[in-house]
């Protein structure tokens, strides 16, 4: 999985829009944008939070179809 599958499939396991989840770490609804296609990466302690929170939402975030 990679780290764009990561942040899509929180975000959509939240059920938050970009902006609200950008917001969440203090970034833009675009720059969350840009995580999920792949053409930026979170910074490495935003990424860690990221991991974080699902851990701690019990959030499932394989994207469907896929193991």
């Known amino acids: 999985m990679t780290i764009a599958d990561e942040v899509r499939a929180l ?3 939240l059920q938050e829009d970009t902006a609200t989840f950008g917001a969440r770490w203090r970034r833009s609804g675009r720059t969350v944008e840009n995580w ?4 930026k990466a979170p910074d490495p ?3 860690e ?3 974080a ?3 701690r ?5 394989t ?3 896929k193991p």
């Open 45 to 47: 302690y935003v990424l």
């Open 53 to 55: 929170l699902a851990v």
């Open 49 to 51: 939070g990221i991991r």
């Open 36 to 39: 999920e296609q792949g053409r």
């Open 63 to 65: 994207p469907k179809g």
């Open 57 to 61: 939402q019990g959030k499932k975030t």
């Open 11 to 13: 975000r959509g396991a």
